[in-house]
């Protein structure tokens, strides 16, 4: 467990294991438990970064507002702190939007791997978006499919506790939710990582095409389609972490 400043914003992460490292980067208001389907695949071969993004978890939330510009700095301050001299980025939603633009403005970023990503904020339903949040009714519905909420009661409880200790509320959260719906991304072209982009299909925050037309403007880009909504990576962790490890490994040397 390490802290990483900011200027003057404290920022929470943990890392883990060995070998080439890897850094997950939540999305609106999640906090790291997001990342739990993946960080048991990937632990182990190579290291894992989870930092809470400003305003989640145990990072400080300062007033807003929040840019995708300043958390891209976040987690540059994140990487310098542990010495980390490059890493490859997962990232979620908003943290798709950081991983671009940290690609694109520092020299770290190995290769990248985009869930739910749009390329603008105008791609983001934002009523759709807010609809996610902790304290929204039947807020788990737009994360994921009937089926896979039905399937397992017992884990949709898991992850509601899971929520209620991690995830940001309030101003803060809709300070993150700002950030995402005014990113308008760097030029595309410029950003030469190995770049991977997943969608649900079902997704009511980021339309599909807005996906596919991310994934096929980034130089070396790939668009995947996923069952379900915006949680979808999760939904079905075992196929999409088994992709991300052809990734790295691909990319490891």
Same mark, same amino acid.
């Given at each position: 467990m390490s802290t990483a400043r900011?200027?003057?914003?404290?920022?929470?992460?943990?890392?883990?294991?060995? #070998?080439?490292?890897?850094?997950?980067?939540?999305?609106? #208001?999640?906090?790291?438990?997001?990342?739990?389907?993946?960080?048991?695949?990937?632990?182990?071969?190579?290291?894992?970064?989870?930092?809470?993004?400003?305003?989640?978890?145990?990072?400080?939330?300062?007033? #807003?507002?929040?840019?995708? #510009?300043?958390?891209?700095?976040?987690?540059e301050a994140v990487l310098a702190d542990h010495g980390v001299g490059s890493a490859h980025l997962v990232g979620a939603g908003l943290g798709g939007m950081v991983a671009l633009k940290y690609a694109h403005q520092y020299s770290r970023a190995r290769s990248l791997t985009l869930y739910c990503t749009a390329g603008s904020g105008d791609a983001i339903d934002r009523d759709a978006l807010d609809s996610l949040a902790l304290d929204a009714p039947s807020s788990l519905d737009g994360a994921f499919s009937p089926a896979f909420r039905d399937h397992d009661p017992d884990l949709l409880e898991r992850i509601a506790d899971w929520r209620a200790d991690e995830d940001a509320t309030g101003v803060a959260r809709d300070a993150q939710a700002d950030a995402m719906t005014a990113f308008d991304a760097p030029p595309l072209y410029e950003i030469t990582q190995p770049a991977e982009v997943y969608y649900g299909v079902d997704d009511p925050v980021v339309e599909p095409e807005a996906a596919e037309s991310l994934a096929a403007d980034l130089p070396r880009g790939t668009g995947e389609a996923v069952e379900g909504r915006h949680c979808c990576f999760v939904e079905h962790a075992p196929a999409v972490t088994d992709r991300l490890l052809a990734l790295l490994d691909e990319h490891a040397e």
């Open positions: 900011n200027r003057d914003v404290a920022l929470y992460y943990e890392a883990d294991g060995d #070998g080439p490292t890897v850094v997950f980067i939540n999305d609106v #208001g999640y906090g790291a438990w997001l990342w739990g389907w993946h960080y048991d695949a990937v632990a182990g071969p190579y290291e894992t970064v989870v930092w809470d993004l400003r305003g989640t978890g145990r990072s400080d939330a300062p007033a #807003g507002p929040y840019d995708v #510009g300043t958390l891209a700095a976040d987690l």
